[in-house]
């Protein structure tokens, strides 16, 4: 090997590993979709340890009707706060619930997931992550364009002439 395929080599490398790097970022890190669907989001560990390995139809609506134990949906996207890896769970954030809930990491997923719509949802528009509000007059004023009228077009005249009888 010469040289230059060496040097060559390496920075291919290098370049490739950056580019992998780059699918680990904000939204790879803090962000996971759900992947089952069941009350498998608990206030506390304990909750969710007694849930999974003693579920029967009673204690899920014990545990329901107290609110410590919430439904997950698949696709439904989730803020990831923190891993324990060695309880193989994760405390994750659902836009519109205060409290943070615990999962097991198994149902969640790093890579988008389609909701029961067909839709991959999104930070922005879960409402996990706030977008700035646009005002809209200011693009109307500025571009000069008018709202649309809403009524009905008014029929309009026949084009075929009227024939009136010829007076004798």
Same mark, same amino acid.
């Given at each position: %090997?010469?040289?230059?395929?060496?040097?060559?080599?390496?920075?291919?490398?290098?370049?490739?590993?950056?580019?992998?790097?780059?699918?680990?970022?904000?939204?790879?890190?803090? !962000?996971?979709?759900?992947?089952?669907?069941?009350?498998?989001?608990?206030?506390?560990?304990?909750?969710? &340890?007694?849930?999974?390995?003693? !579920?029967? $139809?009673?204690?899920?609506?014990? %545990?329901?009707?107290?609110?410590?134990?919430?439904?997950?949906?698949?696709?439904?996207?989730?803020?990831?706060?923190?891993?324990?890896?060695?309880?193989? %769970?994760?405390?994750?954030?659902?836009?519109?619930?205060?409290?943070?809930?615990?999962?097991?990491? &198994?149902?969640?997923?790093?890579?988008?997931?389609? $909701?029961? !719509?067909?839709?991959?949802?999104? /930070?922005?528009?879960?409402?996990?992550?706030?977008?700035?509000?646009?005002?809209?007059?200011?693009?109307?004023?500025?571009?000069?364009?008018?709202?649309?009228? !809403?009524?009905?077009?008014?029929?309009?005249?026949?084009?075929? /002439?009227?024939?009136? /009888?010829?007076?004798?």
């Amino acid at each position: %090997m010469n040289a230059k395929t060496v040097v060559f080599g390496v920075i291919v490398f290098g370049l490739a590993s950056a580019a992998l790097s780059i699918n680990d970022t904000k939204l790879g890190n803090e !962000y996971r979709w759900i992947v089952v669907d069941g009350p498998y989001a608990c206030a506390s560990k304990e909750d969710l &340890r007694q849930i999974t390995k003693h !579920y029967t $139809d009673e204690t899920e609506l014990q %545990m329901v009707n107290e609110l410590r134990a919430y439904y997950l949906i698949a696709g439904t996207i989730v803020q990831l706060v923190r891993e324990d890896s060695s309880s193989g %769970m994760s405390q994750i954030h659902f836009a519109g619930i205060t409290r943070d809930l615990w999962t097991y990491t &198994r149902f969640l997923s790093k890579r988008p997931v389609t $909701d029961p !719509y067909g839709v991959i949802e999104t /930070p922005e528009a879960s409402g996990l992550v706030s977008v700035p509000a646009t005002d809209t007059s200011d693009t109307r004023e500025r571009s000069g364009a008018t709202p649309a009228p !809403y009524a009905s077009p008014q029929p309009t005249v026949s084009p075929v /002439p009227r024939t009136t /009888p010829a007076k004798p």
